[in-house]
């Protein structure tokens, strides 16, 4: 008996000896392996953000080892950002407490009961720094993320993002916090992982206008490995279950109470701050006491519902693959249902080596233009970049790639609308590698694409339901946008067919068009080959020269809209509106009853608006009938012709530099009003003759 229990005892002390020798082997091996982790790092970050004109180092600033646990500090620094700006000198830093394995208790914690090299508990550490984003997270560490890593290097961690929410001038956001696990399998170098944050709310008030949005139920994952042509294969996905965007006008009083509004809305200073708890974060509903909504203007909210995209990247042989699909579960605008619709998008028989290359060749491009670098590039350079690029895109043919949308569709109530596409290509002979391109473009673009098949299916009745719901968001009563909206939609559907654009079948409006071998066909009818490639080739060039010259306007010019009237043919006078904007008044009509001009809106001074209103309105003796102006609105779909509250006919053509316009653009739209200043009079007392 005494010889089993000293047996046993001989085990015990073996096992614990073996236990503590292998403890403080893994702790000495792990301090010698951290200094080349931090530079492999450096090295990854330096791949991964090359282009975009940031540089990040790590460095590690102490490192305490102990028996059974180590305590590392680290730090992040940015020492480049894009343009000639320094970098901050404010740095990140990272406290991790490293349990050594191969038995430490917080892996066992977790249910990892094989032997593991360590467990690390990382997170952001409180400094002079950081002090102001830990005054938002209320004294909680930004982020904080565990970790247990196996001997052959695969990890399998979680991590929390803290909530926090900020007020500032009458905006503000609110963040809920996000949630995080993941693995990392180092001998395939695969991701596993997945993300959720419950809600991130944005308010935000500028001039005249408060916009209120938010996103519920955002969740991302991700399970990819490193491919033999350097691309992520495998599948990731996102999904947000709600987006709600409101946007209100305000009145001076109202923009003020919208501002003190987000003051009264702190969070509850009882609110957890433990790490990685979530905060609660109430829906904002953008409305704020009787005297805010009395205040305020016109409202719209829009609610899209169940957003999401899958994308899975696969590889066979020497080609890639990749297939994406999209969706959205419904539009919502002030509760009036848009539909909802889905695609999905797919790529095949794509070369990797070609695609490795083109995407090397793109990212140095990238690094050029962060780095100011593009004018310093030399012409040698260049040529042999374009070379290399026309070699690689040459490769990609040659492997006859294929693209297909199988299918988009647009759902509503009313009907459904979809459309099918398959193009394949191929390399065409007169292309080889090292050569100089072929001068004939036309016959080119014949070679290289093998087949298109396209399939258009609109339904008329769900665009009769669209066009309506759009009127009654302008204002026009519900029965009166119906009947428009009818009209509408049977003047395209009968044009389009008289084009031979379409053919209606049933209540469906279908376009189809076949090339292969070097025919066409639109709806059955051939067409000239020639023809088609010459125009959409003469298309392209005379959009890329358009583009060159359109320059891009923040706000409208009152002299600059009046020089076009002129060039147009007709004189102006130049008055002032109530609220004292600019108006354009065109003078030299036919019938001196009509009325004709351009109102300026939003103006900072006398030479720069925001929008205009282009107008011509038609006085005639009695009502003009509605067909009348249908069939106008069929031919003039920038503008709308409708009858005012005296039942005269109206044109108006509505602009606005909001987002920024081309200048070609905007006196593209003068000149066309213009032409409708003689046309628009014509066409309703001829209609009303009939």
């Not at 394995?101 to 032997?115: I, N, T, V, Y």
């Not at 939609?489 to 068009?513: C, D, L, P, R």
Request: hydrophobic share 40%; charged share 25%.
């Amino acid at each position: 008996m005494k010889k089993a229990v000293g047996i046993t005892a001989g085990v015990i002390v073996i096992a614990v000896a073996g236990w503590l020798g292998t403890t403080w082997y893994t702790g000495k091996r792990i301090e010698a392996e951290a200094p080349a982790q931090v530079t492999q790092l450096n090295e990854e970050l330096a791949k991964m953000l090359g282009h975009t004109g940031f540089g990040v180092v790590v460095d590690q600033m102490s490192y305490e080892r102990h028996f059974f646990s180590s305590d590392v500090r680290y730090g992040i620094k940015l020492t480049a950002v894009p343009g000639d700006e320094e970098p901050p000198k404010q740095r990140v830093e990272i406290v991790a407490h490293v349990e050594h394995g191969p038995f430490a208790k917080s892996a066992l914690a977790r249910g990892q009961w094989a032997p593991k090299l360590a467990f690390i508990h990382s997170q952001v550490a409180s400094t002079d720094d950081l002090k102001p984003v830990f005054e938002l997270t209320k004294g909680v560490s930004p982020l904080v993320a565990d970790t247990v890593v196996s001997y052959n290097g695969d990890t399998d961690g979680s991590a929390t993002v803290a909530p926090f929410e900020f007020t500032e001038d009458g905006q503000s956001i609110k963040f809920s916090g996000a949630t995080s696990e993941g693995r990392y399998l180092r001998a395939t170098k695969q991701s596993i992982g997945t993300v959720n944050v419950a809600q991130l709310a944005i308010r935000a008030l500028e001039d005249e206008e408060l916009v209120n949005a938010e996103l519920n139920g955002i969740s991302m994952d991700i399970d990819t490995r490193m491919g033999q042509f350097d691309f992520s294969i495998g599948k990731s996905s996102a999904k947000i279950d709600a987006v709600n965007i409101e946007v209100q006008q305000q009145t001076m009083d109202a923009a003020t109470a919208a501002e003190e509004q987000p003051a009264q809305e702190n969070a509850d200073p009882s609110a957890s701050t433990e790490p990685g708890a979530e905060q609660s974060v109430e829906p904002s509903t953008g409305q704020g006491t009787e005297d805010q909504a009395s205040a305020a203007g016109d409202k719209t909210r829009i609610e899209l519902k169940d957003l999401g995209y899958t994308v899975d990247l696969s590889e066979s042989g020497s080609n890639l693959a990749i297939a994406a699909g999209y969706q959205i579960g419904s539009i919502l605008v002030n509760g009036s249902d848009f539909g909802k619709g889905n695609a999905t998008i797919k790529a095949d028989k794509i070369d990797g080596k070609a695609a490795s290359a083109l995407s090397k060749i793109y990212n140095e491009m990238l690094n050029e233009i962060a780095e100011q670098k593009v004018e310093e590039t030399d012409s040698a350079k260049a040529d042999a970049r374009l070379i290399e690029t026309t070699n690689q895109v040459i490769q990609l043919l040659a492997a006859n790639p294929t693209l297909r949308v199988d299918p988009f569709v647009w759902q509503t109530a009313k009907g459904e609308s979809n459309l099918k596409l398959a193009i394949d290509l191929t390399k065409p002979e007169s292309l080889v590698p090292g050569q100089e391109l072929p001068s004939n473009y036309e016959q080119l673009l014949q070679e290289a694409i093998k087949l298109i098949d396209l399939k258009v299916n609109v339904s008329k009745p769900m665009l009769q339901d669209l066009a309506t719901r759009y009127m009654e968001r302008q204002g026009i009563e519900a029965t009166m946008a119906a009947e428009q909206a009818a009209d509408q939609v049977n003047s395209m559907a009968g044009m389009a067919e008289m084009f031979g654009i379409a053919k209606t079948e049933g209540g469906n409006m279908v376009t189809t068009f076949h090339y292969a071998d070097n025919k066409a066909q639109l709806n059955g009818e051939e067409i000239p080959v020639d023809e088609l490639f010459g125009t959409l080739l003469s298309s392209i060039a005379e959009t890329d020269d358009a583009e060159e010259e359109n320059t891009l306007l923040s706000t409208l010019d009152p002299s600059d809209i009046a020089a076009a009237i002129e060039e147009a043919g007709y004189a102006y006078e130049l008055a002032t509106s109530e609220n004292g904007s600019p108006v354009l008044k065109i003078q030299g009509l036919e019938n001196e009853d009509d009325k004709a001009e351009i109102v300026f809106g939003e103006c900072e001074d006398e030479s720069s608006c925001g929008d205009m209103r282009m107008r011509i309105a038609v006085k005639t003796p009695s009502p003009v009938p509605l067909n009348v102006l249908n069939n106008w609105n069929a031919d003039y779909v920038t503008g709308r012709a409708y009858l005012d509250n005296e039942r005269n006919a109206v044109f108006e053509v509505y602009v606005s530099a909001y987002g920024g316009i081309g200048a070609t653009n905007v006196r593209t739209l003068v000149y066309m009003f213009m032409d409708a200043v003689a046309g628009f009079p014509a066409h309703v007392r001829g209609g009303m003759a009939q």
